[in-house]
């Protein structure tokens, strides 16, 4: 049995979180603009999952990385370095006197880390299917040759 389409499912499920609490840290800016939310329950929930995505998407990048997937690593590495280089300035917390300042340029770099997540799921689900089909057909060697070319 391969372990490649196995690989790739744990990918997707990794980039799926990743999406979906980057959906919800931009939900949440949302929801301050439009006066849904008062800062301090923005910043506490914002604060709970912001170094946990963090850490999701190092994790992501180093098992792209150790399983050989180089593109797929180069292609992850901006937004691992945006996201280390936010941590390492400290300005990766929401603070709660300053949020009104920075509402708008955080939803922009979350609308923009929304896009890329969407279109690396996009290419996450391709590999997925492309070695699932190379697993099925692993007699044909047209199939197993196309499937590798990405």
């Given at each position: ?43 506490s ?32 590495l ?13 300005k ?29 799921f ?17 007699d ?11």
């Amino acid at each position: 049995m391969d372990w490649l389409p196995f690989l790739w499912l744990i990918f997707s499920c990794m980039n799926l979180t990743l999406l979906g609490l980057n959906f919800y840290e931009f939900l949440g800016f949302s929801d301050l603009e439009a006066d849904y939310l008062n800062p301090y329950e923005l910043s506490s929930r914002i604060n709970y999952v912001i170094v946990p995505e963090y850490l999701l998407h190092g994790a992501l990048c180093i098992l792209f990385l150790m399983t050989g997937h180089w593109i797929m690593f180069l292609l992850s590495l901006p937004t691992a370095y945006y996201n280390l280089k936010q941590y390492l300035s400290n300005k990766h917390l929401v603070d709660v006197t300053e949020v009104f300042k920075v509402v708008s340029t955080e939803k922009k770099a979350r609308l923009i880390k929304l896009g890329f997540y969407v279109i690396f799921f996009g290419l996450v689900i391709t590999r997925l299917a492309l070695s699932v089909v190379s697993a099925v057909f692993a007699d044909d060697e047209d199939i197993v040759a196309w499937s590798t070319i990405y």
